[in-house]
């Protein structure tokens, strides 16, 4: 079992950055990849940003946050985070992080098998 704290949300302005961070307990946090996914409005699918490997090299992001967006992780500290600049109104969302043992970067919500509670990320124009 792994449970997941995720920290760094907040009201930021279009332009700005936020760093999000996931933070585990329980299980080696080392085996497993870690993804960050966003939802909005409430209800709606989650949708995939980015993951994470058990290599820290191994990463893939969606389209939308490419070149502004990066993962990674600190296995030390049991924490992966989301560097997020060039912010838009479109990033708005409740950001999610979870994991899934295995090295495999997996861009699937269905695939991941813990989850954190969110934090809320509101970019304003």
């Known amino acids: 079992q792994v449970q997941l704290v995720e920290s760094g949300g907040g009201w930021v302005q279009a332009g700005g950055s936020l760093r999000l961070s996931c933070t585990a307990s329980?299980?080696?946090?080392?085996?497993?990849?870690v993804g960050w996914f966003r939802q909005a409005p409430p209800g709606k699918e989650r949708e995939f940003v980015a993951t994470i490997g058990r290599s820290a090299t191994d990463t893939d992001y969606a389209y939308s946050v490419k070149d502004r967006f990066t993962i990674s992780r600190d296995n030390g500290k049991n924490t992966v985070f989301l560097q997020m600049n060039s912010l838009k109104p479109e990033d708005t969302a409740l950001y999610y992080c979870?994991?899934?043992?295995?090295?495999?970067?997996?861009?699937?919500?269905?695939?991941?098998?813990?989850w954190g509670q969110g934090t809320q990320v509101t970019v304003s124009s």
């Open positions: 979870a994991a899934r043992a295995g090295g495999l970067v997996i861009t699937t919500p269905y695939d991941y098998d813990f």
């Open positions: 329980g299980r080696t946090f080392s085996d497993y990849s």
